[in-house]
C-alpha cells in the first residue's frame, strides 16, 4: 500500500540543552524510546507528577511567532523546532522530558536537535506507520498567507514556502521546495535558522522580550544583510519556514503524503491547516498493523 512503514523510534536517550528565547530560563530536553503506536508525547520533568502532554492539534495554541501545547498544568511553548527534527527524521514514537516551559532558542535551528537524534540512532518498530494520503485538494487561507494541499505525483511529499514581505522588506522575496526525506531534511532545513529583522528585534528588546539573545542566536537582517551573522543559505528565511510548516504540520499526528504549498503562511495558519489534516486522518481511520523487521537500527542519515 502507498507510503505504508515501519514506525520509528530512537535506539537510545539523548539530551540538548539551551535558554528559551523569551523566557531566557535555561533548560534541558531529553528525548527517550517510546513503545509503537505512542507518538510523541512531552513531559514537563520539572513539575511534580510529571505531567504529560500528547503533541498534537487537540493540545495546540499557535500564535504569530510560536507554537505552544498545553494539556493542564503541561505546558510547553516553542515545540515547532523539536516537531520538525522528529518528524524530519521520521520518528514517530518518542518521550521528551522538558525542564521549563518553553524549549531552548539553542541557535534558532533544529540542527541540534537532529544531531542528537541521530547520534541517539533510529529503531525500526513492529507496527506501521499509514500516512495521510491527500486525496483532493483544499486551500486554507488566513491574514493574507494561503496553503495549498493537492495529491502527490508519487510516493512521497513536497514542502515549498514562497516568501515575500513586498518591495520595502530587508528579507527579500525568496522561495525553497524539498522532496521530504530524512535525509533532505537533515541536509537542506534542519539547519535553516529563526530570522527577525532588526526593527523587529529592537521592537523586542524594547518591550523588555529576548534581551539575552544574541545575532549569533538568530538571524537579525538589517538592510545591508544579516547583523554580525553570515547566511547558512541563500534562501534560508524561507527553508525556515519549509521547517516551521514540516514541524506544525506533524500536530496532525500522523505521517503525510501529499504537496503543501504554503504562500506567506504562519504558524497560526499551518496550525489550521495541520487541524484539517488531523480531521481527514479520523475520516481514513489510520491503524497500527504489525510487518516484519521490527527491532532492526535504521542508518543515520548523513
Known amino acids: 500500500m502507498m507510503g505504508i512503514r ?9 539530551e540538548i540543552s539551551g535558554r528559551g528565547y523569551w523566557s531566557g530560563k535555561d533548560v534541558r ?5 517510546a513503545p509503537a503506536g505512542t507518538g510523541i508525547v512531552l513531559v514537563r520533568a520539572d513539575l511534580p507528577g510529571q505531567p504529560e502532554c500528547p503533541a498534537t492539534t487537540q493540545y495546540a495554541t499557535g500564535i504569530s511567532f510560536r507554537t505552544n501545547l498545553a494539556n493542564g498544568p503541561a505546558t510547553f511553548e516553542m515545540v515547532e523546532h523539536l516537531m520538525a527534527a522528529l518528524a524530519g527524521l521520521e520518528i514517530d514514537n518518542c518521550r521528551v522530558e522538558i525542564t521549563a516551559e518553553e524549549l531552548p532558542g539553542l541557535d534558532g535551528s533544529s540542527l541540534a536537535y537532529v544531531d542528537a537524534l541521530q547520534e541517539a540512532g ?5 507496527a506501521t506507520s499509514q500516512p495521510l494520503i ?5 486551500r486554507i487561507e488566513h491574514s493574507g498567507g494561503y496553503v495549498d494541499v493537492s495529491p502527490s505525483t508519487s ?3 513536497t514542502f515549498e514556502y514562497s516568501l515575500d514581505y513586498g518591495p520595502d522588506s530587508t528579507i527579500r522575496e525568496q522561495k525553497f521546495r524539498c522532496v521530504q526525506t530524512p535525509l533532505t531534511f537533515a541536509r537542506q532545513v534542519a539547519s535553516a535558522r529563526t530570522f527577525v529583522t532588526a526593527e523587529q528585534a ?16 538568530l538571524l537579525v537582517i538589517g538592510d545591508d544583510g544579516p547583523v554580525d551573522n553570515e547566511y547558512r543559505f541563500r534562501n534560508e528565511c524561507a527553508r525556515h519556514k519549509t521547517l516551521d510548516l514540516i514541524g506544525d504540520l506533524s500536530l496532525a499526528g500522523v505521517g503525510l503524503i501529499g504537496q503543501f ?5 504562519g504558524h497560526q495558519l499551518n496550525g489550521k491547516v495541520a487541524v484539517r489534516l488531523a480531521q481527514l486522518a479520523h475520516q481514513q481511520r489510520l491503524t497500527h498493523t504489525s510487518i516484519p523487521f521490527a ?7 548523513a
Do not use: M, W, Y
Not at 29 to 33: A, F, G, H, S
Open 122 to 126: 533510529l529503531v525500526i518498530q513492529a
Open 261 to 265: 504549498s504554503s504562500v506567506r503562511g
Open 155 to 157: 510516493n512521497e511529499s
Open 134 to 138: 491527500i486525496r483532493e485538494s483544499f
Open 29 to 33: 530536553v531529553t528525548c527517550c524510546p
Open 6 to 14: 515501519n514506525e520509528h523510534t530512537i535506539a537510545s536517550c539523548c
Open 295 to 301: 527491532g532492526q537500527r535504521r542508518n543515520r542519515a
Open 202 to 217: 529592537k521592537q523586542l528588546r524594547d518591550s523588555g522580550v529576548a534581551s539575552h539573545v544574541t545575532h549569533q542566536d
